[in-house]
């Protein structure tokens, strides 16, 4: 718009107007030209028609890869390793094994220190072991200002580690991996402060695991008579004073736990040798392999723990 002499407002000319328009006409024209020129070159594609990628043939050996998760259960972004066998492929479906490392290692320490790759890989190939898939992510505590916050109401819920691994990480292995989605092919197994949690995670979620391996378990309690194991497992206080078919109520009976634990110079024997003893008493199946030696990975046994998992 423009102002006369009166300094009032007044409209373009009409022909202004229709020349502005014919210009618009002529923009819109070329716009239209071109879209159509590289849509028909390939350039647009809609989510119907787009590419997908062949299927890849059989790995000809293992191979492991590290990867990291945005986590919104541990607020920071876990690294973690998956480990695929020798002959993966997606035409077949294999089991998962979750494993989990001490307070003093990383997400690598199965594989660079505890050699499960290398051990899975011969026994793979001596038939004595299916070919399954293994997931290490990096383990770690709660804090405390974390169980505080928590235990505001009560009741200690789920620990981060346990929502990240059952709500995050099984879910997105399963969805990016041929995997045996439910917990006939889903196993959870940890040394030390891993062999805590997986027991943990475990007893809570036996609809998402069907074994554990728990290593020299870095037990919270030493005591697990009476309604101990209860009051150790339970989130909700009230659930621990049940103890009539507790097991067998929350689905434990469903589970395998092997469990083991170094000689008395190993300070969670004596908590190990009990909890075996809670276990029996509410009809959970599990086995006891004391072992010598103290609080560590004994290297000799690796091919026992795969072997829970995954014999033929």
């Not at 890849?56 to 998760?69: G, H, I, K, M, N």
């Not at 402060?193 to 995670?201: E, Y």
């Not at 206080?237 to 689905?251: I, R």
């Amino acid at each position: 718009m423009t102002k006369n002499d009166g300094s009032k407002p007044t409209c373009r000319s009409s022909a202004n107007n229709s020349r502005f328009r014919g210009i618009l006409r002529a923009v819109l024209s070329v716009q239209l030209i071109l879209a159509l020129q590289l849509a028909s070159a390939g350039c647009f594609a809609s989510p119907q028609t787009a590419a997908t990628e062949p299927a890849p043939t059989p790995l000809t050996q293992s191979e492991s890869a590290r990867y990291t998760f945005e986590s919104v259960a541990m607020d920071a972004t876990v690294p973690y390793i998956v480990y695929l066998p020798s002959g993966y492929s997606p035409a077949q479906k294999y089991p998962v094994w979750y494993a989990m490392h001490g307070s003093s290692s990383t997400e690598t320490f199965w594989l660079d220190f505890g050699k499960v790759g290398e051990r899975a890989d011969a026994l793979v190939a001596s038939g004595a072991l299916e070919p399954m898939i293994m997931v290490f992510p990096y383990t770690r505590y709660d804090d405390a200002k974390t169980i505080v916050a928590d235990m505001a109401d009560g009741v200690r819920g789920p620990s981060h580690m346990e929502q990240f691994i059952c709500e995050e990480l099984i879910p997105y292995i399963d969805a990016h991996y041929s995997t045996i989605p439910s917990a006939d092919g889903r196993y959870i197994g940890g040394f030390s402060m891993g062999g805590l949690f997986a027991l943990q995670i475990g007893l809570h979620q036996p609809q998402l695991f069907s074994k554990i391996g728990s290593y020299s378990p870095a037990l919270t309690y030493s005591d697990f008579s009476g309604n101990h194991f209860e009051r150790w497992l339970s989130t909700d206080p009230a659930d621990a004073s049940n103890l009539e078919d507790y097991a067998k109520t929350h689905g434990m009976d469903q589970l395998s736990i092997y469990l083991d634990c170094g000689d008395e110079s190993d300070p969670f024997s004596a908590g190990a040798a009990s909890l075996q003893d809670a276990l029996t008493a509410r009809g959970i199946q599990s086995e006891f392999h004391p072992h010598e030696g103290g609080h560590a990975l004994d290297l000799s046994l690796v091919d026992a723990y795969l072997s829970f998992y995954g014999a033929w």
